[in-house]
């Protein structure tokens, strides 16, 4: 699962053509995007996400910080603030609950991503859409297969 949000996290796509930065903290806000959105499907189907698979995630990102020389009181401190990040992403992404379409929220998305000025703009309006397009396209996958599946997503 991991290594799957990293390789849809460093999509040349949101370096070269939106432009975001190439840092840290934007490969984990893109990982959480993919996530949230893996989780929205599972529950717009009925289903509940797996708890490993939450678990696996923090697992490899903790051990990424202490390869990246974090202490321990660092590291713990990092992971609960992600762990906020990621649970605000999931409950605000969708701006309209109670469709099973998935619109992204603006106001979260320019918290995370200081790229983005306003909604209208080309490079927001093509992250916008590369979302709802990855959204479509795991939507139509069987939940079995779904994050593996999601790799092969060409936006």
Do not use: P, W
Request: net charge positive.
């Amino acid at each position: 699962m991991y290594n799957i949000l990293l390789t849809l996290a460093r999509n040349i796509f949101f370096y070269k053509n939106i432009k975001l930065k190439d840092n840290f903290e934007t490969r984990i806000y893109l990982m959480f995007i993919h996530f949230s959105i893996f989780m929205i499907i599972h529950k717009d189907k009925g289903k509940k996400f797996d708890q490993g698979q939450y678990d696996s995630l923090f697992d490899n990102i903790e051990y990424n910080l202490r390869e990246l020389g974090y202490g321990d009181v660092s590291v713990n401190k990092k992971m609960k603030d992600l762990n906020k990040i990621l649970y605000d992403i999931l409950i605000k992404i969708r701006l309209e609950l109670k469709s099973e379409k998935i619109t992204i929220n603006f106001k979260l998305i320019s918290k995370y991503f200081e790229e983005f000025s306003h909604e209208e703009s080309s490079n927001y309006k093509e992250f916008e859409g590369y979302f709802v397009n990855f959204y479509n396209y795991c939507s139509k996958l069987a939940l079995d297969n779904m994050v593996k599946e999601s790799i092969n997503f060409r936006n």
